[in-house]
Each structure stands twice: as C-alpha cells, then as structure tokens.
C-alpha cells in the first residue's frame, strides 16, 4: 500500500488530479485512502485555527460513520497531537438534526418570550387607559 498524496484543495482540479493518478495506473484504493487523507486534513487545519484538539475529541455526523476517514482521522490526530480519545457515537448522524432542532427550538420560544412580552406591554398600556 503506498501513501498518495492529494495536493489540490479545489474540488474541481482534485478531480481532475484523481483521473489523472487512475490514467497513471496508481490502485484505485491509494487513491482513495489519499482522497480521505486530504479531505481530514483540510478539516484537521480549521480545527487548528479553533485552538485544535486537547485532551479528546467527538467526530460527528455522517464521515463519521466512514471507515477510511476515521482511520484517517486517527492517524493524523496522532501524528499532529499525540494520543488522544477520539469519541464517535453510533448515533453521529444525527448530531446535525439535534443541532438543528436547539436553534429552532430556542429560535421558537425566544419568538414566544417576544410575543408574551408584546403581550404584556398591550395589557399595560390598556389598564392606564382605565
């Protein structure tokens, strides 16, 4: 099995970089283990930006559920920080929707504390009047 690199960033010429590797006979699953490679690497350089990882670290969502880029994802954490716990739940792919479901969540009762407010405010003003 040999390490491919995958240097382009642009999905378009990483594209066009994989037919090009594929028509230079290199095997299909370097290639591939080189695709997921650089694809966690590019989120492994975000997470860098955000103070990257300490002590352990949640994969979520449904790459998480991906063989080859969790084994991807443990090589380059350990080659860039170490050993660290890397936790990924069986149920990641929903970790997206429950995040969803909070903001909408908290987006409908701030929507309500504003009409009970409203409200409020309405039933002030008319017990002036009277």
């Known amino acids: 099995k040999r390490q491919i690199r995958i240097n382009s960033t642009c999905t378009v010429f990483a594209g066009a970089e ?17 695709l997921h490679r650089a694809i966690i690497l590019r989120a492994m350089s975000l997470l860098a930006r955000s103070g990257g990882i300490h002590d352990e670290f949640t994969f979520t969502g449904g790459v998480a559920k991906n063989e080859a880029a969790v084994k991807a994802l443990k090589q380059l954490v350990a080659e860039n920080y170490g050993p660290r716990t890397i936790n990924i739940s069986s149920d990641s792919i929903y970790t997206g929707a429950l995040g969803a479901a909070l903001f909408a969540e908290r ?3 701030g929507e309500q504390l504003a009409i009970e407010k409203e409200i409020s405010h309405g039933q002030r003003r008319l017990h002036r009047r009277h």
């Open 18 to 34: 994989l037919r090009d590797r594929l028509a230079m006979g290199q095997r299909r699953e370097d290639i591939l283990a080189g």
């Open 107 to 109: 987006a409908h009762r």
